[in-house]
């Protein structure tokens, strides 16, 4: 983890933060709603339709032109090579969920299906304003009706594009988290060396984590209730993604990460005790079950308003579009509780391998993981040392979600909630 390494994450961690404030800036304005519900509506009935697309066909194998908007049933009618360009005057969504355009020879799509999405074609100019348009009977049936989906303004689209930084980074900081989870499991602890650049990953994983959360804490007057409430939606979804991990029916909970994460939002007696360890309490303050920083605090605020929010919405009419949520809880809510319900795993949290590691490193060696060389001289000056203890750890942590759990529980807004 070189100084140029360290220097580039900083770097990418500010465009991230930056990025997504501005996405949910735009995504929670009181008139984002109303243009997306333009864009869905029909031709005609929208401006949001264009009159002609003109298309660029980007596959290496081309594209298969086909009679109809469905793939599976329609048949082909010929094909286009690739770099060819030709135009479209109708475009929608069929029921595999690919925008297909429609051109003098027949239909095309924008992308292949499956995983991968790969492109074959590309808009590269549009012209004029659609009206309404007739389509054939046989692509009308109710079973594979399309759907008319129209072009963006250039705000939504804008921020559609910084909102793929947000893969980008869960990918990358999911990468630096499986690195630090090498230490243990291979070789006896009396083989274990621990390499110097594992401490100081596990310390920028965690730098970064804590300012995604700086925001909150801090106020942005750009973002309102709505706007900070989605932006700390998408901090706990890249703080899951670096911490919890499931493969091959498995699941991995970075404990390292989880640590260094809590000793800075101050919760600290699980791993910095008295020298005389004959002094160590068990019993936790209650007070500190519920800080007001960090992760924990990007949770109970992200709940908070999604309560709050969920009994507007309750209370007003929506059953025209039979909408039961609104964009901002969507996208927000459902990853607070994931977190917590994954935190709450006995399983999880005491991990018997990895824990027994933790607990046989010395003072310095588990410190390297939370704090700098220079804090570690100044607590030994103060005669506390650092030690992780496994069980006093795990326990801190349910507390801790219990009492948010308590808090929100006795929540009068609590009753406007969906059963599920």
């Known amino acids: 983890?070189?100084?140029?390494?360290?220097?580039?994450?900083?770097?990418?961690?500010?465009?991230?933060?930056?990025?997504?404030?501005?996405?949910?800036?735009?995504?929670?304005?009181?008139?984002?709603?109303?243009?997306?519900?333009?864009?869905?509506?029909?031709?005609?009935?929208?401006p949001?339709?264009?009159?002609?697309?003109?298309?660029?066909?980007?596959?290496?194998?081309?594209?298969v032109v086909r009679d109809g908007i469905d793939i599976d049933t329609c048949d082909s009618v010929g094909n286009l090579e690739m770099g060819e360009e030709v135009l479209a005057f109708d475009r929608c969504i069929?029921?595999?969920?690919?925008?297909?355009?429609?051109?003098?020879?027949?239909?095309?799509?924008?992308?292949?299906?499956?995983?991968?999405?790969?492109?074959?074609?590309?808009?590269?100019?549009?012209h004029g304003v659609a009206g309404s348009r007739k389509r054939q009977r046989k692509d009308q049936l109710q079973k594979r009706k399309p759907i008319d989906y129209g072009v963006a303004d250039l705000?939504?689209?804008?921020?559609?594009?910084?909102?793929?930084l947000q893969n980008s980074q869960c990918s990358l900081y999911t990468s630096l988290g499986r690195v630090t989870m090498t230490i243990p499991r291979s070789?006896?602890?009396?083989?274990?060396?621990?390499?110097?650049?594992?401490?100081?990953?596990?310390?920028?994983?965690?730098?970064?984590?804590?300012?995604?959360?700086?925001?909150g804490e801090e106020g942005d007057t750009t973002l309102g209730p709505g706007g900070l409430?989605?932006?700390?939606?998408?901090?706990?979804?890249?703080?899951?993604?670096?911490?919890?991990?499931?493969?091959?029916?498995?699941?991995?909970?970075?404990?390292?990460?989880?640590?260094?994460?809590?000793y800075y939002d101050g919760l600290y007696d699980s791993f910095l005790l008295p020298a005389n360890k004959s002094t160590i309490s068990e019993k936790i303050d209650i007070q500190s079950l519920l800080p007001k920083s960090g992760f924990y605090a990007a949770v109970r605020s992200v709940i908070r308003y999604g309560f709050a929010a969920i009994k507007e919405f309750q209370c007003q009419d929506h059953?025209?579009?039979?909408q039961r949520l609104n964009r901002v809880i969507a996208s927000s809510l459902p990853t607070a509780l994931s977190?917590?319900?994954?935190?709450?795993?006995?399983?999880?949290?005491?991990?018997?391998?990895?824990?027994?590691?933790?607990?046989?490193?010395?003072?310095?060696?588990?410190?390297?993981?939370?704090?700098?060389?220079l804090d570690i001289d100044k607590f030994e000056e103060e005669g506390r040392i650092f030690s992780f203890r496994q069980h006093p750890f795990a326990s801190h942590v349910h507390c801790s979600i219990g009492a948010i759990a308590n808090e929100f529980w006795r929540n009068k807004d609590l009753i406007y909630c969906p059963p599920h």
């Open 229 to 262: 409430a989605m932006y700390l939606g998408n901090m706990l979804s890249i703080f899951h993604s670096s911490i919890y991990e499931e493969r091959r029916e498995k699941q991995y909970l970075n404990v390292l990460v989880l640590c260094n994460c809590l």
């Open 1 to 46: 983890a070189t100084p140029t390494f360290q220097r580039i994450l900083t770097e990418l961690g500010m465009l991230y933060r930056s990025s997504i404030s501005e996405v949910c800036r735009v995504r929670s304005s009181p008139d984002y709603e109303d243009l997306d519900m333009q864009r869905w509506k029909p031709p005609g009935d929208s």
């Open 94 to 126: 069929n029921r595999s969920g690919i925008m297909r355009y429609r051109t003098s020879w027949g239909w095309v799509s924008e992308q292949t299906r499956g995983h991968g999405r790969e492109p074959i074609s590309e808009v590269i100019s549009i």
């Open 187 to 215: 070789r006896p602890f009396s083989q274990t060396q621990i390499g110097p650049h594992i401490s100081t990953i596990v310390r920028e994983i965690g730098n970064f984590l804590r300012q995604n959360f700086s925001l």
């Open 319 to 322: 059953v025209q579009t039979n």
């Open 339 to 373: 977190l917590l319900r994954h935190l709450s795993s006995q399983s999880l949290l005491i991990d018997s391998a990895l824990g027994d590691i933790l607990q046989k490193m010395n003072s310095r060696d588990f410190s390297q993981f939370l704090c700098d060389p």
């Open 48 to 63: 949001n339709h264009p009159a002609i697309y003109r298309l660029r066909i980007v596959c290496s194998d081309g594209a």
């Open 155 to 164: 705000r939504s689209a804008g921020a559609s594009i910084l909102a793929r």
